[in-house]
C-alpha cells in the first residue's frame, strides 16, 4: 500500500493563478496563468499596465475575496473594495502586498514601534534593567506616568478607596513622547536691524504702510521710527509676546495682540498643505523643531533613562545602529531571556541581512525613504510562519546600490523556497535574471499598452523581439569627453547624520552623479549640507525629491501643472466668456456628480459603487459649457486628449495657447506624451508621477537641479531618454546633480562623487572623486566594481 504523503493527489495539480478577460484601467482584455511557488516578474515601461495586473487584478481580487469571509458586522468597518474588471479568476491565493508607500508619519511611530523591536527591548530592560524601575509599560515613550486616587466599587458592591496609586510610563511630559519640540525661528519673522515703518516684519502680508503694521504703532504702546534692536524689555515683550487683551489707547479701548500669538493664530495653526504657496514656504523657513531639552531627543522620561543593562539605557540602545545593537544584544548571558535576545537577534540580522543595518531603531519611521519602508515591511515577513500566500513586490529594488541588489534577490528567492508565490513589478535586470517566469507588457504606455507582449524564461526574453527584450543587453557606454566645471560649490566640515567631517567641491556647468551603497550619506550630503552650502554661495538650487503628490480623484495632469489655467482662458477669450465655466471644480460643472463624472454610490457595509454620471456621460461638465468650442473641440474632448496631442493643438492655428504648448513640450520632454490631460492623478504610477514633478521643475530658473534617483520606475528603454533630457538642462546652462544607483546614469556623468565605504557608521567618507573613466580604472570602490562589470571593463 502507497504512502498517502507520497502518493499523487488531485489537491497538487492546482499549481496555476489563472487571469481571463482583465480590463482594469488600460488592459485589453488579456489572459495570463502564472506558476505558483515560483518566482514571476512583471516587466515592461512605465505605464504599460503592469500595476493594473498585479496590483489591480490579482491582489485586488485576493483581498477582497478575503474580506468577503468576514461578518457583515465586521465589513461594516473596513474599506470596501470594488470587484476588479475581469471575467474570471482562478487559483488566488491569500495576496500580501509589500509595496512602497511611505510608513505612516505618526511622529509616535519609529522603527522600533513599527518592527516590535521597541516592544521586546522593553520586555529586555523590565527583566535585567538595574535599577529595576517596573514593567515594560515603564519604559514606554506613548504611555504617560500617571497618579491616580479616588474609589473602586467591585460587582458585590464593595469600595475600595485608592490613595494616589502611580502607574509608571515612560513618556516625556516636556515633549509627551515626540522627542522634538517646536519652536520659532525670529529671525526669520522679524528683522531687528529695521523699524516697523521701514519693513522689521518679514511675514508675507506684513507691509510696512500696511494697518497690521500701524496696529502696532498707532496704539501708542511702540515707537514706529525706532529700530526693533533699540526697544526697551517691556516694549520687546509687548511687541513679540503680549496675550491678546483689551488696552486703553487713543483715548479709547481696543484690542491688542503681540506679534508672536497673532501669527500662532493665524498662520502657524493652520495645515501647510492648505496654505498660499508664499505663505506655505514662510512657513516652513519660520517653524523649527529642536531635540527636546529634557529628553534630549530619547523621547523618554527620567525614570526610564534610570535603568541600565551592561551601563546603557533603553533610549542609548535605541540609537544605536541595527549592526552594533546586535553586538551588544550578544554580550548579554542571562538564560532566563535567551528567546527574547533569540528573537531582538533574528530581527537585526535581517534588517542587517536586508541592507538596512545602517538604521536605528529610534528613527522615526515617517523619515525612511520609499525603498526603506519596504525592505522594513519585508523585514516582518521573513520571520513568517505562513507559506503558499502570494507575495506581490512593486520595485524592491528601489534605492538599492547593485551591491544591495544581489542580497534582495537572495531574500525574494527564500520566499519563494518557503512554498510561497512572488510576484514582482520591477525594471532592473539583475532582478528579472532570476525570475522563473517573466511577463512582459505593452509594447507602450497608456493606450498604447495593456496587451502582453511575452510570456517564458529570462533566456526566451532576452531573445523576444520586444522593448525589453532588445534593452536587456543594453549598456550604456562610457563618455569619450566630458563637460569642464564653470565653478564649484564648496561644502566644507558636513557633519549631519553619518557625514565624517567631509569637505567635497560640487563642480557646477556639469552632470554630476552622487553613488553609494544604500546608507552610505549620500542624501545627508546633498539635502542637508548642499543647502546650506548653495544658500552661503547665493547658488538658486531646486530639488526635484520624490516625495508624493497629493492627488485626488478630481486633479488631473492638466490640474497640479498649471496647464488647465491658459486653456480656461483661451476658451472664455473665443466664447466671451467667463473663464469659472471651464473649470469640473468650479461653475462649469455638472451639478449631478459635482464635476466627478461619476456617481459614488455608499452602500453601508457593501462596497461603494462608481457609475458614469448618466446627465453628463462622464464628461464632468454642464450641457451647456460643452457647447462653447476651441477650434472645432469642446472642453471635455481637450482633457481627453493625450499630451503628444494636445501638444500639436494647442501649437498652431486659431487654437494656438504659447502658454500651454509650453507646459506640454515639457511633459513631452519627460516621456509623459501618452498620459491624457483628465486622467486622475491617483490613477498614475509612481513614476509617471515623479517625472511631472520634473516637467514643472523644468520651467523654472533654477540654476541648479538636484534630482533624487530620477530612474525609478523607468523602463529601460526610459533611461536614455532620460539621460538626454538631463543632457538638454546641462547643454542649457543649468548644473545637474543627480542621486542615483543606476549604472547607465554613472557611465554617463560627467563627473561622480562615491560615498561609502559601507553604510550607517561604516560610511559617511567620500571615497572617490573624479570622471566614470578613472573610477572604472580604479576599481578602488564597490561602485567602481559594479560600473566596470557594467560596461564591461
Known amino acids: 500500500m502507497s504512502d498517502p504523503r507520497t502518493a499523487a493527489h488531485d489537491a497538487d495539480t492546482h499549481d496555476l493563478i489563472r487571469v481571463q478577460g482583465a480590463r482594469q484601467n488600460n488592459l485589453k482584455d488579456i489572459s495570463v496563468e502564472i506558476p505558483k511557488r515560483r518566482l514571476s516578474v512583471f516587466t515592461g515601461v512605465s505605464g504599460s499596465g503592469k500595476s493594473s495586473l498585479v496590483f489591480g487584478t490579482i491582489a485586488a481580487e485576493s483581498r477582497r475575496l478575503i474580506d468577503e469571509t468576514y461578518s457583515t458586522f465586521i465589513q461594516g468597518f473596513m474599506p470596501s473594495l470594488p470587484r476588479p474588471e475581469v471575467d474570471a479568476m482562478e487559483g488566488l491565493t491569500t495576496a500580501i502586498l509589500v509595496d512602497q508607500e511611505r510608513l505612516g508619519a505618526n511622529p509616535r511611530s519609529t522603527l522600533g514601534t513599527v518592527t516590535d523591536g521597541h516592544a521586546m527591548l522593553r520586555q529586555l530592560f523590565s527583566r535585567l534593567g538595574t535599577p529595576h524601575i517596573g514593567g515594560p509599560t515603564a519604559f514606554s515613550f506613548n504611555i504617560p506616568t500617571t497618579k491616580v486616587g479616588g474609589v473602586s466599587v467591585t460587582e458585590s458592591g464593595k469600595k475600595n478607596v485608592i490613595k494616589q496609586e502611580i502607574y509608571l510610563g515612560g513618556m516625556c511630559p516636556a515633549c509627551e513622547g515626540r522627542g522634538v519640540v517646536s519652536d520659532l525661528d525670529l529671525g526669520a519673522i522679524v528683522d531687528e536691524s ?3 515703518n521701514e519693513g522689521a516684519i518679514l511675514v508675507p502680508g506684513y507691509k510696512a504702510d500696511g494697518w497690521m503694521v500701524k496696529g502696532f504703532s498707532e496704539t501708542g504702546l511702540l515707537d514706529g521710527d525706532k529700530p526693533i534692536e533699540d526697544y526697551t524689555e517691556t516694549e520687546r515683550h509687548d511687541f513679540l509676546y503680549k496675550e491678546k487683551g483689551k488696552i486703553k489707547a487713543l483715548g479709547m479701548n481696543m484690542t491688542y495682540q503681540g506679534l508672536i500669538p497673532k501669527l500662532r493664530e493665524s498662520i502657524f495653526s493652520k495645515d501647510p498643505e492648505q496654505l498660499q504657496p508664499h505663505i506655505k514656504a514662510f512657513v516652513e523657513r519660520a517653524a523649527v523643531f529642536a531635540p527636546c531639552p529634557t529628553c534630549d531627543g530619547t523621547r523618554l522620561n527620567a525614570s526610564a533613562r534610570s535603568s541600565k543593562i551592561r551601563g546603557l539605557d533603553i533610549g542609548e540602545v535605541c540609537a544605536m545602529q541595527v549592526t552594533d545593537l546586535a553586538e551588544w544584544l550578544r554580550g548579554i548571558e542571562d538564560p532566563g531571556v535567551a528567546p527574547l535576545i533569540g528573537s531582538l537577534l533574528h530581527l537585526c540580522d535581517s534588517m542587517t541581512e536586508i541592507g538596512l543595518g545602517y538604521l536605528s531603531l529610534d528613527r522615526p519611521s515617517g523619515t525612511l525613504s520609499g525603498g526603506e519602508a519596504q525592505r ?53 535586470p539583475e532582478t528579472i535574471a532570476i525570475a522563473d517566469h517573466v511577463v512582459d507588457l505593452g509594447p507602450g504606455a497608456g493606450s498604447e499598452g495593456g496587451t502582453i507582449c511575452y510570456e517564458g524564461s529570462y533566456e526566451g526574453l532576452a531573445a523576444a523581439d520586444t522593448l525589453t527584450g532588445r534593452h536587456l543587453g543594453h549598456r550604456a557606454s562610457l ?16 557633519r549631519s547624520h553619518n557625514l565624517r567631517d567631509v569637505d567635497v567641491d560640487i563642480p557646477l556647468g556639469v552632470l554630476t552623479v552622487v553613488t553609494g551603497v544604500a546608507g552610505s550619506g549620500k542624501s545627508s550630503l546633498i539635502h542637508g549640507s548642499l543647502g546650506s552650502a ?53 461653475e462649469g460643472a455638472c451639478p449631478t456628480c459635482k464635476g466627478n463624472g461619476m456617481i ?27 457647447e462653447y468650442r476651441l477650434a472645432g473641440l469642446n472642453i471635455a474632448e481637450v482633457l481627453d486628449l ?67 534617483e530620477p530612474t525609478t520606475g523607468l ?17 542649457a546652462g543649468k548644473s545637474v546633480i ?56
Open 738 to 793: 543627480v542621486i542615483e544607483h543606476h549604472q547607465a546614469v554613472m557611465a554617463h556623468a560627467d563627473w561622480i562623487i562615491d560615498l561609502g565605504p559601507g553604510a550607517g557608521h561604516d560610511g559617511g567618507l567620500v571615497v572617490f572623486e573624479g570622471t566614470p573613466a578613472e573610477l572604472v580604472a580604479k576599481k578602488s570602490t564597490l561602485t567602481g566594481e559594479h560600473l566596470a562589470a557594467y560596461v564591461g571593463s
Open 600 to 626: 459614488y454610490t455608499e452602500l453601508g457595509f457593501m462596497e461603494t459603487v462608481a457609475s458614469p454620471c448618466e446627465d453628463c456621460g462622464g464628461k464632468r461638465f454642464q450641457p451647456l459649457v460643452l
Open 642 to 708: 493625450s499630451v503628444a496631442t494636445a501638444h500639436a493643438f494647442f501649437s498652431e492655428g486659431e487654437s494656438k495657447v504659447p502658454a500651454a504648448a509650453k507646459i506640454l513640450e515639457r511633459m513631452s520632454d519627460v516621456g509623459l506624451g501618452y498620459l491624457k490631460l483628465g486622467q486622475p492623478l491617483n490613477t498614475l504610477s509612481g513614476g509617471e508621477r515623479q517625472r511631472i514633478k520634473l516637467a514643472m521643475h523644468l520651467g523654472e530658473k533654477g540654476g541648479t537641479y538636484v534630482l533624487d
Open 376 to 428: 522594513t515591511k519585508m523585514v516582518r515577513h521573513l520571520g513568517s510562519a505562513l507559506t503558499d500566500v502570494t507575495y506581490v513586490f512593486d520595485e524592491p529594488t528601489v534605492g538599492l546600490h547593485p551591491h544591495d541588489i544581489q542580497r534582495m534577490n537572495k531574500l525574494l528567492l527564500d520566499l519563494r523556497d518557503k512554498g510561497n508565490t512572488v510576484l514582482v513589478v520591477e525594471h532592473k
Open 715 to 731: 523602463h529601460l528603454a526610459d533611461v536614455d531618454n532620460l539621460l538626454a533630457l538631463l543632457d538638454q538642462l546641462v547643454d
Open 479 to 494: 563618455k569619450e569627453t566630458v563637460r569642464t566645471p564653470k565653478g564649484h560649490l564648496e561644502i566644507r566640515g558636513a
Open 534 to 586: 548653495s544658500g552661503a554661495a547665493g547658488a538658486d538650487v531646486e530639488f526635484v525629491d520624490q516625495s508624493a503628490i497629493k492627488g485626488s480623484r478630481r486633479s488631473n495632469p492638466a490640474t497640479y501643472t498649471g496647464l488647465l489655467e491658459p486653456i480656461r482662458k483661451a476658451f472664455a477669450k473665443a466664447n466671451d466668456v467667463k473663464p469659472a465655466l471651464f473649470s469640473a471644480n468650479s
Open 194 to 196: 529695521k523699524s516697523l
